[in-house]
């Protein structure tokens, strides 16, 4: 079995648990944080929804800086509008789906440097790379999101219920 077929299964049930908690965002939420110096409802959304979008960059590349020199950073979007985040969720799984379904393991096994300013940050296999910075690192912040909703009073079904 292949490190794709492997990885399919987890990564189509917890998208769809995702785009539920993502789905459950409203308008006047947006801007709502616990406290200063917290990232808001908007943020984490936008976030959850652009790091699928890293799936293409660790694949097809052998490295990324997230601050070239004399580059803009990578920044998280800033959508305003819940259902354009959500479209930009579905539009990304989709083609973050597509890409790792289609991915062999040898390309898997190749190494992946994270840069920041030009200097390596950390140099892992892009197996690794898309469980930890892109799958995991996506339920860190779904968990973070569903608190946050709950906190500023969204009804929201549990996660992994049914």
């Known amino acids: 079995m292949s490190l794709a077929e492997i990885l399919m299964p ?30 808001s409802i908007g943020w984490n959304a936008n976030h959850l929804a652009d790091m699928l979008s890293w799936t293409q960059v660790i694949i097809q590349q052998a490295e990324f800086d997230i601050h070239p020199p004399g580059g803009e950073p990578h920044g998280t979007p800033n959508l305003m ?9 579905d539009r990304n799984a989709a083609e973050s789906r597509a ?35 892109v799958m995991n690192h996506s339920f860190h912040h779904r968990g973070i999101l569903s ?3 709950r906190m500023a009073g969204v009804e929201l079904t549990p996660i992994y219920d049914g």
């Open 81 to 89: 509008d819940p259902a354009e985040i959500l479209e930009s969720f």
């Open 99 to 133: 890409i790792l379904a289609a991915t062999d393991d040898n390309t898997f096994a190749e190494m992946w440097t994270m840069k920041m300013g030009g200097n390596d940050l950390f140099t892992i296999p892009k197996w690794t790379c898309i469980r930890t910075w």
């Open 147 to 149: 608190v946050y909703l």
């Open 10 to 39: 987890e990564f189509d049930d917890e998208i769809k648990r995702t785009r539920i908690v993502l789905a459950a965002v409203p308008q006047d939420k947006l801007d709502w944080k616990p406290a200063e110096g917290f990232h």
